[in-house]
């Protein structure tokens, strides 16, 4: 079966870096789109960043843009997210989805077929 396993997660100070990494099994990886989301407590899931099928496509939200860089390794059916410059409100548990579109990318995290259990992000100020 499908599986997206999420790591990399941890405590960091504000200002610090992190790179997550999502393992993909079960599915043809490049034939799919990928996708980092997160959700901090109480607040609904938001789009972070999305990669397309061969990485040549990405899309950040507005909150991360200049600060995460989201990149891709078939060869491996690896997905990155580089986090620099960490802030307070980059805090929250964030997941890899997976949506096999024929172009593209999407922001939108009901168009994800498949996604990881998260992994804990935590910066502290």
Not at 118 to 125: F, L, P
Request: glycine fraction near 10%; charge should be positive; hydrophobic fraction near 35%.
């Amino acid at each position: 079966q499908v599986q997206l396993v999420e790591s990399g997660g941890a405590l960091v100070q504000t200002g610090g870096s992190l790179r997550l990494s999502c393992a993909a099994s079960g599915l043809t990886f490049s034939t799919y789109a990928m996708g980092w989301f997160r959700q901090a407590p109480g607040k609904e899931r938001d789009f972070v960043a999305a990669i397309s099928r061969r990485g040549s496509v990405t899309s950040y939200a507005d909150s991360v843009k200049g600060r995460f860089t989201i990149s891709r390794d078939n060869a491996k059916n690896m997905v990155y997210l580089q986090m620099n410059s960490l802030k307070a409100e980059d805090t929250a548990v964030y997941y890899c989805a997976a949506d096999q579109r024929v172009s593209g990318i999407a922001r939108t995290g009901s168009t994800y077929e498949y996604w990881g259990q998260g992994t804990q992000v935590t910066v502290s100020s």
